[in-house]
């Protein structure tokens, strides 16, 4: 009978549950659904539930769960900023106990990059660079399928590399961070200062602006939404072709939630990036395809490794 395994993306607002065949080579699930994120005290009991559900009794070789924050050596959940709940608790021993088969955390960003390279736009090739833009700029350097850490697990960092410090604060105490000029939430707080400054809104629309208004709006040929994204492109051209510099890839797969308008921000940036190259080795550098379940493959791939050992 075959073996499964199961990919868990347990994000903010939704999570993702994914059946794939025990080892993975290609992103054909075997099932998909997708759940409220279960919150609060109960909130594990509550996704096992909904796991066992999903998994109806088939057999399961191994599980991984996707965490937004700090998990240490032994799979406890240090921080986790958009799963308070978590802190403290060792998510994978808990889901394991209730599940019966083995579950262990995986970090959901280097998940989601490793997905891409191994399954993904990277498909194929043995060194890759993935770069998400979503409400904030995260990377990975994704070698034979492996993420690097770093010696520190702190690679991984482009969008917090300075780029004006005379620019606005970032949240990681810098300022003029590349995630300052891409990163969704400061394109989204950009595009509301605009749009508070021509009074055409209430405080209540302001507050649901998003990034994708901003991209909406420049696509419809908004000139202030263009200015805003010409700077935004100029800076990920830059970023990348400083990381191009360092790290030499073989390819550049860009996704998250922006990296989904390739016409507007990857077109562009790559355009820019050319202009200014000069010694630099430039890659291939293409969307990503696994869009939002990016994340179930990455831990998917992880759960193949846990039960095989
Ligand atoms: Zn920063």
Redesign the pocket.
Known sequence: MTEHVVGIDYGGTSTKLLLAAAGVREAVPMAQAVVPTPRGGDALEELATHVEAFVAGRPVRGAAVTVAGIVDDRGVVLTSSNLPWLAGVAIGDVLRTRLGFAVVPVHDGRAAARAEAVLGAGRGHEDTYVVALGTGVGSAHVVRGVVEPGAHNAAGEI??ISQDEQGRP???G?RG?L?TFIGGAHLARRWREVVAASGSASPGELDALTAQDLVAAARAGHPAATAILAEATTALARGLLGMLATVDPGRVVVGGGLGQAPDVILEPAVARLRARATFHQVPPIVPATLGPWAGAWGAALTADEVGSA
Do not use: A, M, R, V
């Open positions: 969008g917090h970032c949240s990681c810098q961070c995630e």
